[in-house]
């Protein structure tokens, strides 16, 4: 079953514009985290956010957790062509050896 | 390049023959995970493996799906009796511990 939900679905911006994914998920964690996946290849680790950390930032990348909520954003900021790819976040399943729950992800499109 | 390969990277069968992927993981890393990715879709997990011992398999998705892990290294998955519905894209996944995971690139799978 699929712990986190994205959303939107698609994203289109220009270069140069933010880029913000939504993800919601169902149950309590010990942390989230967010997936690239350009395509048709395999996922590339961006940032891990712990449930006691509410905001996070890598580079262009901005991540925040509402616990109450249940849910996290992830913000791109001045976008490139070369972010252009799949972006999933995924929670973990600690009665599967921490396994991987991930949403259907935001495919985001960035345009020159 | 996370450092995690998997063999091979396409695989075009006819329905009803058997399929083995193999996934070598980070050298030092001794879990290893298996996911399936429909298209659309963020990765599905199937099973998991801590060293040689494969901790978790309930989530394998039909007694026709098999993996194994001998003496903690490499790992293969394989598909008996192939049918149309598993043409899919197959992932392996590696970890140190109960951290971030790092993918392979994928085995996509088409059964004819």
């Known amino acids: 079953s699929q712990q986190g939900e994205e959303d939107p679905q698609a994203l289109s911006i220009q270069e140069g514009e933010n880029a913000t994914m939504n993800c919601s998920y169902k149950?309590?964690?010990?942390?989230l985290q967010w997936y690239r996946q350009n395509s048709g290849r395999g996922l590339v680790h961006l940032i891990l956010?712990?449930?006691?950390?509410r905001e996070k930032h890598s580079g262009r990348l901005r991540v925040t957790l509402d616990t109450s909520k249940k849910s996290s954003s992830l913000l791109i900021t001045a976008s490139r062509a070369a972010d252009t790819a799949s972006y999933f976040c995924?929670?973990?399943?600690?009665?599967?050896?921490?396994?991987?729950?991930f949403g259907k992800g935001t495919s985001l499109l960035v345009t020159p | 390049d996370t450092g995690v390969s998997q063999d091979p990277r396409h695989k075009i069968t006819k329905r009803g023959q058997n399929v083995t992927f193999r996934c070598d993981p980070i050298?030092?890393?001794?879990?290893l995970y298996w996911y399936r990715q429909t298209l659309g879709q963020g990765p599905e997990f199937l099973t998991y493996?801590?060293?040689?011992?494969?901790?978790?398999k309930s989530r394998l998705l039909s007694d026709r799906f098999s993996a194994e892990r001998p003496k903690g290294s490499f790992s293969t998955l394989e598909i008996q009796r192939t049918e149309q519905g598993d043409s899919a894209m197959y992932l392996c996944?590696?970890?140190?511990?109960?951290?971030?995971?790092?993918f392979g690139p994928g085995t996509r799978l088409t059964v004819l």
């Open positions: 996944a590696s970890s140190p511990r109960a951290t971030t995971q790092y």
């Open positions: 149950t309590s964690i010990n942390n």
């Open positions: 956010i712990r449930s006691n950390e």
């Open positions: 995924a929670t973990e399943n600690s009665n599967s050896g921490y396994a991987l729950n």
């Open positions: 050298s030092e890393h001794n879990r």
């Open positions: 493996f801590q060293n040689e011992a494969q901790l978790e």
